[in-house]
């Protein structure tokens, strides 16, 4: 029994909190690449499969909530342990808002798979990739507690808003004679504005990575 | 989990003032319950109930029944030594005797007639080790136990507890004469004890029953409002008195 710090069950339930945090986006991240791949592929089945799933990050968000309020209420945390707290609520809703445009990606995903003309997706694969790269690398730097990865997935965004902008261009330009491929195209529209709101999300994540490791708010000029 | 104490319809009258009224509670064996509530609800006289510590007070009446382990505690022929031996007690200031510390470990031994020295040289070890005081004492255990901190203090006074092998341990706001640091080394370790041992603990400090209990009780005017698990008495109390007395609305 000695030598043992005190506090140990705390200690290990913020730890706790932290891997269902973890865990949650590890389930994010797979939701993304999914439902990418059904989109890529036209993938209905897939793309069915995921909306299905997004109950579970759902479920897993409220855990995460209940279990820091019964924290905060219980533990009266200070200091980097009230920042755990505060962050892995914040960042669970993040989380799970990113779950949600993977659900609406998928639901595009499964209308785009009924059409017959075949599916022009320029930017989208790239966007998707790059948003997807942040969410990991956000929550990499979570993980490791890396203060410089949170910075630069902070910076990536701009490249992310680039994409978007260029992939508005190019979406909402081309099809004005061909009401099928106008149709595809507002769809995929949508898909670059909800994979645009997701690097938003993981950019959110990092700042509070950057939050929970030196109390400092990153203020970035967007 | 088995109930260990479980008390049922307990009323009880210093003369003619009644201080508790109807309490019933049951108390699982190898949790820690914890008994809140402002001074004078009867939280300690409450305690003091299930080891017949009472008795020792002139005029007290109680009905009602107190049970360990099935058994009736005010049975006619309750052994009230063993029942203290099985049941034992903490105080909020750490009283330890004038004496050293090893002699302060093993005086429940001593004078429940064990006299081998191996015997309660071990016994000493474990109760130290037990209250996780072994480490800070073991170079000075024929010292005084005067010359140890407040928080050392009352780490003996568990060990001495821990000394006769009870199986409930009673602490009547054990951290209150204590600094932060020796209070999460106590709360610390009655995490530690549940383990072996079931601990009714009578706290002020509302936070320290948050922490440190599996189910709490809130006392108030001499009765018991809510009882249930610690979780849910704060995050979400069923009686509004509850609530008000935890998020210090009260009166």
């Known amino acids: ?222 | 989990m088995d109930d260990k104490m479980q008390v049922e319809r307990l009323n009880l009258f210093y003369g003619a003032a009644q201080a508790l009224y109807d309490v019933s509670l049951r108390v699982p064996e190898h949790s820690v319950v914890a008994l809140i509530g402002p001074s004078g609800c009867g939280k300690s006289t409450f305690l003091k109930t299930l080891n017949r510590m009472n008795d020792l007070v002139d005029g007290v009446h109680i009905d009602g029944r107190v049970t360990l382990d099935g058994q009736d505690v005010y049975a006619p022929d309750t052994d009230i030594v063993l029942l203290r031996k099985r049941v034992g007690m903490v105080f909020q200031r750490p009283n330890p005797f004038p004496m050293s510390i090893y002699d302060n470990v093993a005086y429940g031994c001593r004078v429940h007639g064990v006299t081998d020295k191996k015997v309660l040289d071990e016994v000493v070890e474990q109760s130290l080790q037990g209250a996780a005081l072994w480490d800070e004492v073991k170079d000075r255990l024929k010292t005084s136990a005067g010359g140890l901190s407040g928080g050392q203090q009352q780490r003996l006074c568990i060990a001495r507890t821990l000394a006769v092998a009870p199986e409930v341990v009673l602490m009547d706001e054990p951290c209150s004469a204590l600094d932060p640091i020796s209070t999460m080394k106590i709360e610390e370790l009655v995490s530690e004890l549940k383990q072996r041992y079931t601990i009714v603990m009578v706290t002020h400090n509302m936070q320290q029953a948050a922490r440190v209990s599996d189910r709490t009780a809130f006392f108030l005017n001499g009765k018991v409002i809510e009882y249930d698990d610690t979780n849910v008495i704060f995050t979400k109390p069923a009686q509004k008195k509850t609530e008000d007395y935890i998020t210090g609305r009260f009166g």
């Not at chain 1, 973890?22 to 690449?33: F, K, P, R, S, W």
């Not at chain 1, 089945?45 to 924290?71: G, P, V, W, Y």
């Not at chain 1, 945390?77 to 707290?85: E, N, Y």
């Open chain 1, 1 to 222: 029994m000695e030598n043992k710090s005190t506090r140990q069950e705390y200690i290990h339930d913020l730890a706790e909190l932290q891997n269902k945090v973890i865990q949650m986006g590890e389930l994010v991240t797979t939701a993304i690449e999914r439902a990418t791949h059904s989109l890529i592929t036209q993938d209905r089945d897939l793309a069915r499969q995921i909306m299905k799933e997004d109950d579970d990050i759902d479920d897993l968000t409220i855990e995460i909530e209940d279990f820091s309020l019964l924290l905060i209420a219980k533990q009266q945390p200070i200091a980097h342990d009230l920042r755990v707290i505060a962050t892995s609520f914040k960042i669970a809703s993040d989380l799970e808002r990113i779950g949600d445009h993977a659900f609406d990606i998928a639901k595009t995903a499964k209308a785009l798979a009924a059409e017959k003309q075949p599916v022009e997706l320029l930017y989208t694969p790239q966007l998707a990739e790059t948003a997807l790269v942040m969410v990991k690398q956000a929550m990499k730097a979570y993980r490791e507690a890396d203060i410089v990865l949170a910075e630069a997935v902070c910076r990536q965004d701009d490249e992310l808003d680039e994409l978007f902008a260029r992939s508005f261009t190019e979406l909402s330009g081309a099809a004005v004679n061909d009401i099928v491929k106008a149709r595809q195209q507002a769809q995929l529209l949508f898909v670059a504005r909800y994979l645009e709101r997701i690097g938003d999300h993981a950019t959110n994540i990092a700042e509070w990575v950057v939050y929970l490791e030196t109390a400092e708010r990153v203020r970035k000029l967007r």
